[in-house]
């Protein structure tokens, strides 16, 4: 008998469109006309006012021939043009590429040559360093737009041929934006900031981004109108998807140019702030702001944390000053996070060294990602859930790149046996949490022993007068490598290198403790990861 | 210059999965796996075992045949087995049918037939439909499951060839089911109540089920661990995809098998219930119950209601009884609630009767819908946002049906021009918000005036001395059609006919007063619709 399923019973435009974030902001514009969206210094926009700002902004780049499959470059802070962008640019079929402001002229050159752009716009504080890409670059030769922020006293130069709200003002706020031809178009385009080689250009689709913009609000539990504060930087994963999030539920962005203690804490206690993200450094910035810049809060704020697993003592301080922390994990390559230390209510009542164990884990997929294990690369087997047994973080699923942009050898090694290899490490717990074991790179092998950088660096972190830490391999002609430790120590407090080392073999196998000691201002990425390569090379120098 | 987006950024395993509810018990299955999934009477089953369940009953029907595009018929109450043929059903590639319980033999054999049912699931409780219903099919000579509830006293007798824990027993609670081959295929089969003419068959998509069952998180701003409380009929659009929802973020269903006041406040106040759904009646069930039923919540409750708006005087009474009433829209043919009745907060302030007002208004579209308008049906052009004129409730987007299932004449009508035609007449407001002014066939022309029978049941309602009121048309010579009332009075008040038009009098123009009142027990369809096409039929012969 014939299926009587597959017959009559096709897509039209009725029953099928392609998803995508766009149409969250058409929708809450709608709904929430007058409710706030975006906050920036004394700047208030309404849903109305921003919804106008990106069919304006789209209506102007379509007029300068943007279009499907075009590449629209931005050198923004967390600024309302920003978000702008996010929206405008996929409505005129545009690529919208989001660049590092911490990259150096060099690497922003590539970016621009690699993407093609064709519009650039850039925020006067950065001025110098576009200036000089722009002098570097082979191909691209974009239309610059300066934005030249009027809420704040930013240094630099107008370089562009206009300015931001020159550019816009002309422009429709009636625009009849397209849909997407195709829930698979690119929308943006992040690159990875690769410490070796050239950076991979990963490109994001409609789909993915309304999945996991979606994804967030599950689970994050975020209730309609959250108020988010832009810790995270949104050129990072597009601000992990949380620049369309909130359009879903009718959210207000609070910006925020600079991640300074004092604006963060008058944010926090003047907007009311629900929920906010960042990498562990935005935590050592709010817990360590000077006492006078502290801010009674009379609610709990729900702050994500993704790049390292939040050491206990940090959880424990977060949570007094009140903060309620998850711990997320994801890549550039999957829109950020889509791994969760989904909180089970009974782990509440574990011991104190229990529940930091279980607080580090990585976790679960998201709801928006269909798949998550731990495979041996090789075989393409599943590794035992022992919590020993290491592998390689693998993922599957709806919210992972389309792949890397003109690089398909890449995009095949990533995507090898149907599973996008993340280069992590990890083991797989019994109850099916993952947890990062190393950075595939950063693991230490002394003596033939694997070392985790980790496990050292957790115990570091419990030292009463260590602030950060991190431990990587130094060269060792008896070991081959010997663990070593870069430490941060409190202000007013005072440690030697024997110290340390003494407290690491009270807590940790002998093996595994640092055989030296650095003690130094760690040097870290702009998104706040700390630059392992180059704790490596100062390791191996000295 | 070709687009570089569109070259070597294809789909693959890893980076797309078919969108499909079925990875969302997977994974409370192993983010939650002791949390309760199922509370039914004195049964607990965990979400380890609500998954396990699941795949013995997949297991055991695939033993049995069933495939891809196969039916099972479920005529089931609100009961576990109905939660588990959501997930079991389709694990296996085939269709779930789940039949309203309260239909005739005479529909249900044609649904059996049409169908072509090859397993029927079928509770006690309703065995002497069921085995009519056998007698009466050409086609269909399905395997029959009896559902004997261990946890309550069901009158009916066993008729088929095993039961269902029977049945299952023997599956494989690891059974290795399929995810869907494509996020297009059919997961349900949902049939029209149609009041003329054979019942058309519904057709449901995995990604629909997936993109609804999130829509009503969003929508609902459901946190994680929600408990659910099962007033509304599985069988009525899957009920509203909340058996999938809740399996999202690890919630608890309360199955009820009987929709009784006792039960209800026992539920709610015993289980701490979060969530319910229903129709107008089952707000009426819970604020009739006598007192010595009633319970004290220390919660709110969020009540979802849909089919009618809600009159004032019982939203007031539902917020003095502690539940926060949302006003949902939809139809079978998008996959339930599609359009909700998004609450400004601003609106809290108005007064009394514009509050009211705008409570009444069907609202918005849900994130999940991409497209909701009114339109002139002929010319396919928007109507002016006026509030005045009238037109036809028109959607498009992802969560609107597949097609009726053979039946490509019903199909193409409803999807003509390319929006889904929802058959009810309704208008736009200046804010974009949508009201129903009256099921076409509900509305009255009397002396070539339209009369909204929406409008004369508000009034109704508003009398202190009526418990519930529907108004439908009544041939007449002279005028064409006059308003016919049907009311029932509250206990221990007395009304009369002229104390009924007297009141309306007081409220509406004159040429929409009822000109005959009729006081008697309203007629309800199973879902708790009133019947209207048999107060047509009372009317036109009385």
Not at 243 to 265: D, E, F
Not at 404 to 430: C, Q, S
Not at 511 to 539: D, N, W, Y
Request: hydrophobic share 40%; aromatic share 8%; proline share 6%.
């Amino acid at each position: 008998m014939p299926n009587p399923y597959l017959t009559g019973l096709d897509k039209n435009a009725a029953n099928y469109q392609p998803l995508t974030p766009l149409t969250f902001l058409e929708r809450s514009a709608l709904v929430y006309p007058d409710r706030t969206a975006i906050v920036h210094g004394n700047q208030r926009f309404s849903y109305t006012q921003f919804y106008a700002r990106c069919r304006k902004l789209a209506s102007a780049l379509a007029a300068r021939g943007i279009g499907k499959g075009d590449t629209v470059s931005a050198m923004l802070a967390n600024t309302p043009p920003m978000l702008e962008c996010h929206y405008a640019v996929p409505m005129t079929g545009g690529v919208l590429n989001t660049l590092n402001t911490r990259l150096d002229a060099q690497i922003i050159a590539f970016s621009l040559d690699h993407a093609e752009t064709k519009v650039l716009i850039a925020d006067k504080e950065f001025s110098a360093t576009v200036k000089e890409a722009l002098t570097l670059t082979k191909v691209a030769k974009p239309l610059v737009i300066d934005y030249d922020d009027p809420q704040f006293d930013v240094p630099g130069e107008l370089i562009g041929e206009i300015e931001y709200e020159d550019f816009i003002a002309d422009g429709d706020p009636n625009f009849a934006w397209q849909m997407p031809d195709d829930e698979w178009d690119a929308i943006t385009l992040n690159y990875t900031s690769g410490t070796t080689g050239n950076p991979k250009g990963v490109v994001y689709h409609h789909r993915g981004a309304a999945l996991l913009a979606q994804g967030n609000i599950i689970t994050a539990s975020m209730r309609k109108h959250p108020v988010y504060l832009w810790t995270l930087p949104m050129f990072h994963c597009n601000g992990w998807c949380f620049t369309w999030t909130l359009s879903v539920i009718g959210g207000t962005h609070i910006c925020l140019r600079w991640v300074r203690a004092k604006a963060i804490w008058d944010a926090l206690a003047d907007h009311e702030v629900t929920h906010l993200c960042g990498a562990p450094i935005v935590m050592s910035t709010i817990l360590n702001a000077p006492d006078e810049e502290k801010r009674d809060l009379d609610h709990t704020v729900e702050f994500f944390t993704a790049a390292a697993p939040p050491p206990e003592a940090v959880l424990a301080a977060m949570a007094d000053a009140g903060f309620n922390v998850t711990h997320l994990y994801g890549l550039t390559e999957c829109y950020g996070p889509a791994v969760v230390n989904d909180w089970n209510v009974g782990w509440d009542e574990l011991p104190g060294p229990e529940r930091a164990a279980k607080k580090a884990r990585q976790g679960v997929r998201y709801a928006a990602l269909e798949g998550l294990t731990i495979m041996d690369p090789q075989t393409m087997q599943q590794v035992p859930a022992d919590g020993e047994t290491m592998g390689e973080v693998m993922m599957r699923g709806n919210v992972v790149m389309k792949g890397y942009l003109k690089n398909p050898k890449a995009t095949d090694d990533a995507f090898a046996g149907g599973w996008f290899h993340t280069g992590d490490l990890g083991v797989m717990h019994a109850d099916g949490y993952i947890q990062l074991k190393d950075r595939s790179k950063d693991i230490i092998i002394s003596g033939g022993e694997n070392i985790s950088s980790i496990e050292v660096e957790d115990t570091l972190y419990k030292h009463p007068s260590i602030q950060a830490a991190a431990v990587v391999a130094k060269p060792d002609d008896r070991w081959g490598e010997t663990p070593c430790a870069f430490v941060e120590i409190k202000p007013g407090k005072a440690l030697s290198e024997q110290d340390v080392i003494d407290y690491c073999r009270e807590h940790l196998a002998r093996f595994k403790c640092p055989k030296h000691v650095v003690f130094t201002e760690l040097p870290k990425t702009s998104t706040g990861k700390i630059q392992k390569f180059k704790l490596r090379e100062m390791a191996k120098a000295g």
